[in-house]
């Protein structure tokens, strides 16, 4: 599938999964917490909400009717969930209350062992990301875990993505790349790989009016729910092509002469030749850890151009690089770290380099 997924741009050599970015150094991700019941991180997930939503559920129901009625736990959308927390019916926002508490205890349990890890250490800030955190029992597990912390002692800062998390997913890309990549081009691609969408987006960078990158916006993006289809890997890998071509076209339309860089946002643990070691499970059809499979290699051998540029493509993890669209609103601190809650639970500790790369 072409030339290594080591790549070289005029000399310099740029890896994938690499903990030497231009604005901070990784110093870890994707830790996989364990107890003695298994991963903490599937405590702490989008599906561990509706497990303890629906174990409130049975509880209630031993001592009379169930406020929520009888839809299963599994059927209730997000906006249903959500504003029961603020409708009239305070029974069910009680019960609806009952699981967050004890989302939250489990999500302050994992960031409690988290902040224990020498890579944590010295920890001042941690950013929370993920569709969870989009969601109204989100921001209010995300602050009652802050306070179960206090409460123990523990000094530390949770806030949520400035962004919203399915585009701060695509902004972070442009954190991968030194500037000098970026210089000539209004933006560049971004595609954020998960376990149950893919999203491709143009990211404006917006260099013109911030050099720090705070102003990069998603200029248009598509999004297709994998999940729904169930598909193999192959025709997943033809989707997300047909989806970045269509983005290119729009792109050139526009006048916007995107640099010839593609950054991608994927699960699990990222090794310098772009292949995933582990942690790619959920991704559609399965596979993906494959040896003979190189996700990058297999971008650029679909679309080998941008403009007259061969294309250039760099992957990191997809909770590193949702962390990395929070650099320009971190400057105020040294050591800060990432929640992802989604399918998964996402992690990734920074420590910031005080100047980003200029040539």
């Known amino acids: 599938m072409g030339r290594s997924a080591n790549e070289k741009q005029n000399g310099v050599l740029l890896t994938h999964?690499?903990?030497?970015?231009?604005?901070?150094?990784?110093?870890?991700?994707?830790?996989?917490?364990?107890?003695?019941?298994?991963?903490?991180?599937?405590?702490?997930?989008?599906?561990?909400?509706?497990?303890?939503?629906?174990?409130?559920?049975?509880?209630?129901?031993?001592?009379?009717?169930?406020?929520?009625?009888?839809?299963?736990?599994?059927?209730?959308?997000?906006?249903?969930?959500?504003?029961?927390?603020?409708?009239?019916?305070?029974?069910?926002?009680?019960?609806?209350?009952?699981?967050?508490?004890?989302?939250?205890?489990?999500?302050?349990?994992?960031?409690d062992k988290l902040l224990r890890q020498k890579s944590w250490k010295n920890t001042e800030r941690v950013v929370v990301g993920g569709g969870f955190r989009e969601r109204v029992v989100g921001e209010l597990a995300i602050a009652h875990a802050m306070v179960l912390l206090k409460a123990k002692g523990i000094k530390i800062e949770l806030t949520p993505v400035v962004h919203r998390p399915d585009e701060a997913g695509l902004i972070g890309a442009v954190h991968l790349i030194p500037s000098w990549m970026l210089k000539g081009h209004k933006a560049i691609l971004a595609i954020d790989i998960g376990g149950t969408n893919i999203r491709v987006g143009i990211v404006e960078t917006c260099l013109k009016e911030d050099a720090n990158l705070s102003k990069a916006k998603v200029w248009k993006s598509d999004i297709w729910r994998h999940a729904d289809d169930k598909p193999s890997r192959t025709t997943a890998i033809e989707r997300l092509i047909s989806m970045i071509e269509r983005l290119i076209?729009?792109?050139?339309?526009?006048d916007l002469t995107p640099a010839p860089v593609i950054g991608v946002a994927c699960p699990g643990l990222i090794d310098a030749d772009g292949s995933i070691?582990?942690?790619?499970?959920?991704?559609?059809?399965?596979?993906?850890?494959?040896?003979?499979?190189?996700?990058?290699?297999?971008?650029?051998?679909?679309?080998?151009?941008?403009?007259?540029?061969e294309t250039f493509v760099i992957m990191h993890n997809d909770a590193v690089v949702q962390g990395l669209s929070q650099v320009p609103f971190m400057q105020d601190v040294s050591g800060w770290g990432v929640l992802t809650i989604g399918t998964g639970l996402g992690n990734a500790h920074f420590t910031n380099r005080r100047e980003r790369d200029a040539d």
Do not use: C
């Open 17 to 111: 999964g690499d903990d030497d970015l231009p604005s901070v150094t990784v110093d870890d991700y994707n830790i996989e917490l364990r107890s003695s019941d298994g991963f903490l991180g599937d405590k702490a997930n989008k599906y561990a909400f509706q497990e303890k939503l629906e174990a409130w559920r049975k509880r209630v129901r031993k001592g009379g009717t169930d406020p929520l009625g009888k839809t299963p736990t599994g059927d209730l959308s997000k906006k249903e969930v959500d504003a029961l927390l603020v409708g009239d019916d305070k029974e069910a926002a009680a019960l609806v209350m009952g699981a967050v508490h004890d989302f939250a205890g489990e999500l302050a349990a994992v960031l």
């Open 249 to 254: 076209a729009k792109a050139d339309k526009a």
């Open 277 to 309: 070691v582990r942690g790619g499970q959920n991704l559609p059809g399965g596979n993906w850890e494959s040896e003979h499979f190189n996700l990058p290699a297999a971008i650029r051998e679909a679309i080998p151009q941008i403009g007259e540029d």
